[in-house]
């Protein structure tokens, strides 16, 4: 109390000037209204196990990126624009500090609960709505701000889920496309390597396999028939060479005894010799009759010609003159052509048999002749067949692995095509379900309302707190000023310095003068105190009539 008495003005001087800014902050801050819309985060009317929605997103992640896209400033300044907000910094030119506080002014307040989601049956958090505010120290800019804000998060919602089922159908419409263009590729050289590999593909195995089979079997029915009718053409030769090809009586039978004989005179007597002269005529007598001409014939002419030319030229010349040896040589090479001549055709070659039986027998040799040599291409046919399926049977495995590789692709792809076709089916008829808002969608269920009293600031609090302060104030300054003062005052101060007790007390004698000038500083004190009464209800007077007035003016 000692220290009160004699620190009264550290101590109330500090408590006048704190009460008093406190006052002049409680009641001279302008009033902040806000005005709030409560938005409702509604689920999707048909059930997910109808029509699943593309836009797996949560409901808040989703809150964020809508802010995200509305709070730019564009947007801003339109909104700006558009309510007359902010003129003071507006007329500056202060447009970053416009937006800024724009941002600052809007409050987005999510509203979660304890939900459980049917699908996998575990309990979480999730947003189930929301609140939009807008803060203006007009209430009617926060309340039509705040509806501008709802707005356009209920029209950007609706526009951002639009789009990202839009997106999902675009997507996979041109992922099918692509996958269709790579399916017609895959055909493509598919068919080429089935155009390609004819006959070798691992479908074809088996019937390789048979057709390889029933040609070795038809190889062998081959083989057995061409030595069957070789034995039976043996048969048939054996069996024509007992059968004279003309009878003793027929002029062709003649011809050939004629024949034979000739080329045997020609052998024995010269050309000029009478046998081979009746032989000659006779001979051609019966070719005209017949009309056969026989070649061999006129080589043997030939043959006695040169003979007779050797032996005139063997009586005039030595055997090794020149001429000699170019008869003998000629000699030879007819005679050799005759040789060659008989051996080859016969006798009667160019005369045709008349005797039935040999006919016959001819007639199935040459049958036999032309099945052999049908036979032996048929076989030589079915060896190529054989060898071109053993050579299909080797490559198979080979060309297996390329089509199996083709396939699986193939396949891939079709297995591909097919889900994203079902794919693009659900994600087109999510697009028409957000489309027609039937989805997950945001409703206002609370709009902005005209706010009838401010939310800030909290005057009472405010001046409470500033008593509170200033009392702490007056106190710790008084209480710095005696612990900085080193005077004595008291017994007790003497006797901490002293360490021992005064003897007498001389109690303090003041001044008439002195005594008034004391007296005058608690009504200075008093003076001031009322004076910052007056001001602070002055001023309160003031901000209750504005109020009063801005009230009276939104109505």
Same mark, same amino acid.
């Given at each position: 109390m000692g220290i009160l008495r004699r620190r009264k003005v550290q101590f109330v001087v500090p408590v006048i000037i704190i009460?008093?800014?406190?006052?002049?902050?409680?009641?001279?801050?302008?009033?902040?209204?806000?005005?709030?819309?409560?938005?409702?985060? $509604? *689920?999707?009317?048909?059930?997910?196990?109808? /029509?699943?929605?593309?836009?797996?997103s949560y409901a808040a992640e989703r809150i964020q990126v809508i802010s995200q896209?509305?709070?730019?400033?564009? +947007?801003?300044?339109?909104?700006?624009?558009?309510?007359?907000?902010?003129?003071?910094?507006?007329?500056?030119?202060? +447009?970053?500090?416009?937006?800024?506080?724009?941002?600052?002014?809007? +409050? /987005?307040?999510?509203?979660?609960?304890? /939900?459980?989601?049917?699908?996998s049956g575990r309990s979480g958090q999730a947003t189930i709505a929301f609140e939009l505010s807008f803060d203006s120290v007009k209430p009617e800019s926060a309340r039509d701000v705040a509806s501008e804000l709802a707005s356009l998060y209920l029209s950007e919602n609706q526009k951002l889920r639009t789009e990202k089922a839009e997106t999902t159908s675009v997507f996979l419409a041109e992922e099918a496309d692509r996958l269709r263009k790579q399916i017609a590729d895959y055909e493509e050289k598919l068919a080429s390597f089935k155009e390609k590999n004819v006959g070798r593909l691992p479908e074809l195995m088996q019937m390789n396999l048979d057709l390889m089979n029933r040609t070795d079997r038809e190889r062998e029915d081959t083989e057995r028939q061409v030595a069957m009718l070789q034995e039976r053409k043996a048969y048939l030769e054996s069996q024509l060479a007992q059968i004279e090809p003309n009878t003793g009586t027929s002029p062709a039978a003649k011809l050939r005894d004629l024949r034979a004989e000739y080329l045997t005179a020609a052998a024995q007597y010269s050309k000029d010799h009478p046998r081979i002269g009746r032989l000659?005529?006779?001979?051609? *007598?019966?070719?005209?009759?017949?009309?056969?001409?026989?070649?061999?014939?006129?080589? *043997?002419?030939?043959?006695?010609?040169?003979?007779?030319?050797?032996?005139?030229?063997? $009586?005039?010349?030595?055997?090794?003159?020149?001429?000699?040896?170019?008869?003998?040589?000629?000699?030879?090479?007819?005679?050799?052509?005759?040789?060659?001549?008989?051996?080859?055709?016969?006798?009667?070659? *160019?005369?045709?048999?008349? +005797?039935?039986?040999?006919?016959?027998?001819?007639?199935?040799?040459?049958?036999?002749?032309?099945s052999i040599r049908s036979e032996i291409e048929k076989r030589v046919r079915v060896k190529e067949k054989l060898a071109e399926y053993e050579s299909r049977l080797v490559q198979i495995p080979r060309v297996e692995q390329e089509y199996l590789l083709l396939?699986?692709?193939? $396949?891939?792809?079709?297995?591909?095509?097919?889900?994203?076709?079902?794919?693009?089916l659900q994600a087109e008829i999510a697009e028409q379900l957000e489309k027609e808002s039937k989805g997950e969608r945001f409703s206002l269920i609370d709009p902005p309302q005209l706010p009838d009293k401010p939310i800030k600031p909290n005057r009472l609090g405010i001046f409470l707190l500033g008593m509170l302060l200033s009392l702490g104030?007056?106190?710790?300054?008084?209480?710095?000023?005696?612990?900085?003062?080193?005077?004595?005052?008291?017994?007790?101060?003497?006797?901490?310095?002293?360490?021992?007790p005064p003897l007498a007390i001389i109690p303090r004698f003041t001044a008439p003068s002195s005594?008034?000038?004391?007296?005058?500083?608690?009504?200075?004190?008093?003076?001031?105190? /009322?004076?910052?009464?007056?001001?602070?209800?002055?001023?309160?007077?003031?901000?209750?009539?504005?109020?009063?007035?801005?009230?009276?003016?939104?109505?």
């Open positions: 009460s008093a800014i406190a006052a002049a902050l409680a009641f001279g801050l302008p009033a902040v209204y806000r005005s709030a819309a409560t938005i409702l985060v $509604e *689920a999707q009317e048909i059930p997910h196990e109808l /029509v699943q929605s593309t836009v797996t896209r509305i709070m730019t400033r564009t +947007n801003l300044s339109e909104i700006v624009e558009r309510f007359d907000l902010f003129p003071q910094e507006r007329a500056e030119g202060k +447009n970053d500090d416009i937006i800024q506080k724009m941002r600052e002014n809007i +409050n /987005v307040r999510m509203v979660s609960a304890d /939900v459980v989601d049917p699908r000659r005529r006779e001979i051609e *007598a019966l070719e005209k009759q017949t009309g056969f001409v026989d070649e061999s014939r006129l080589i *043997a002419d030939q043959v006695l010609a040169v003979r007779a030319e050797l032996s005139s030229a063997r $009586e005039k010349y030595s055997a090794d003159h020149p001429t000699v040896a170019r008869l003998e040589k000629q000699l030879a090479s007819l005679e050799s052509s005759l040789k060659a001549s008989a051996s080859a055709n016969g006798v009667l070659t *160019a005369i045709p048999p008349d +005797n039935p039986a040999y006919i016959s027998i001819q007639t199935q040799l040459e049958a036999a002749n032309l396939k699986r692709d193939y $396949e891939s792809a079709v297995g591909k095509f097919s889900d994203i076709k079902q794919k693009l104030g007056g106190l710790g300054m008084a209480t710095f000023a005696e612990y900085t003062d080193k005077t004595i005052h008291g017994v007790r101060s003497i006797v901490s310095v002293l360490t021992s005594v008034g000038g004391s007296r005058r500083i608690p009504w200075v004190i008093v003076g001031l105190s /009322v004076l910052t009464v007056l001001l602070i209800a002055a001023l309160l007077y003031s901000m209750m009539m504005t109020s009063v007035d801005t009230r009276i003016g939104s109505e």
